[in-house]
């Protein structure tokens, strides 16, 4: 993963964090006002689209939050394949220095 991929994955995550949290804070707000706590008296037909707009809010919500699932799951993969290829360029590194020194050794005995 490049400097520049991972600097939009996590742009990615956080704005998708964001927009969770905004729409969730204004979900709370909306269920609070509709629990009668607010001044207003809402009318029933009011209270029903509410709860439709809540319902269809925490639907957003959860596609939000898969998404963002998704996002760090592919990271996780990345992150992954990162520490593998790592993890095989030291051994060829090592492979690599052990026969410099090897075929140094050679040399010099000849």
């Keep these: 993963m490049t400097q520049t991929e991972a600097q939009h994955l996590e742009a990615t995550c956080n704005a998708l964090s964001d927009t969770c949290h905004s729409l969730y804070n204004d979900l709370m707000v909306l ?20 709860l439709d707009a809540i319902n269809g809010g925490l639907e957003v919500i959860a596609g939000l939050v898969q998404c963002l699932e998704g996002e760090m799951l592919k990271a996780r993969k990345k992150r992954e394949m990162l520490e593998n290829a790592r993890s095989i360029c030291k051994q060829y590194t090592n492979a ?4 410099h020194l090897h075929c140094k ?5 000849r």
């Design 96 to 99: 690599c220095s052990h026969m």
């Design 31 to 50: 269920a609070y006002q509709c629990g009668g706590a607010h001044k207003l008296q809402l009318h029933e037909r009011e209270v029903m689209y509410a």
């Design 105 to 109: 050794k050679h040399r010099k005995q």
